[in-house]
Antibody, heavy 120, light 109 residues
Framework: QVQLQESGPGLVKPSQTLSLTCTVSGGSISSGGYYWSWIRQHPGKGLEWIGYIYYSGSTYYNPSLKSRVTISVDTSKNQFSLKLSSVTAADTAVYYC????????????WGQGTLVTVSS | SYVLTQPPSVSVAPGQTARITCGGNNIGSKSVHWYQQKPGQAPVLVVYDDSDRPSGIPERFSGSNSGNTATLTISRVEAGDEADYYCQVWDSSSDLYVVFGGGTKLTVL
């Protein structure tokens, strides 16, 4: 059973870069069966897709965040990462990593989520 | 970009049937997936490809999709079904590939 676990700072200062890592266990990130995704949820709000990466390195980002987002993959560590630059309080949210099926476009696997607060 | 519209809230008494809709332009031509999210937890897939259930999801959860509306139906609603529900599609026609509905809060009276 594939499991995902987010890690990274829970507090980031305004204007800095938010950095999170997702470690995948129970399966290989290089299997090709999934797009490895980041999704966020503002407090009390709905789900917002941030972007995803394929193991080959191909990336796809939400146009509203594209200028500030970088998603990368480290197949040797079975991890993928999120960087969000120039953060503001509006980026305070729970950030989830998740696996989107390459063929069926559904999220079978989710991390537990990590709250990132942007505050000085 | 593609937009999915859900009612903010649905209320139902225990034992009754809850229906949560997800509206989108010609959504019937897309595969719709539904997620259940309880407070403080990550979303869980409850219906995929319009009407299929992952293993471990009760038969009480079902789905349909036609025209401009997809529907998640929960039969014989239980207190434990109280949660937020989100529909999701993959839209290759725009640059917003993954689209979620705004979510529906299901309240069990």
């Amino acid at each position: 059973q594939v499991q995902l676990q987010e890690s990274g700072p829970g507090l980031v200062k305004p204007s800095q870069t938010l950095s999170l890592t997702c470690t995948v266990s129970g399966g290989s990130i290089s299997s090709g069966g999934y797009y490895w995704s980041w999704i966020r949820q503002h407090p009390g709000k709905g789900l917002e897709w941030i972007g995803y990466i394929y193991y080959s390195g191909s990336t796809y980002y939400n146009p509203s965040l594209k200028s500030r987002v970088t998603i990368s993959v480290d197949t040797s560590k079975n991890q993928f990462s999120l960087k969000l630059s120039s953060v503001t309080a509006a980026d305070t949210a729970v950030y989830y990593c998740a696996g989107l099926g390459y063929y069926d476009s559904r999220y079978d696997y989710w991390g537990q989520g990590t709250l990132v607060t942007v505050s000085s | 970009s593609y937009v999915l519209t859900q009612p903010p809230s649905v209320s139902v008494a225990p034992g009754q049937t809850a229906r949560i809709t997800c509206g989108g332009n010609n959504i019937g031509s897309k595969s719709v997936h539904w997620y259940q999210q309880k407070p403080g937890q990550a979303p869980v897939l409850v219906v995929y490809d319009d009407s299929d259930r992952p293993s471990g999801i009760p038969e009480r959860f079902s789905g349909s999709n036609s025209g401009n509306t997809a529907t998640l139906t929960i039969s014989r609603v239980e207190a434990g079904d109280e949660a937020d529900y989100y529909c999701q599609v993959w839209d290759s026609s725009s640059d917003l590939y993954v689209v979620f509905g705004g979510g529906t809060k299901l309240t069990v009276l």
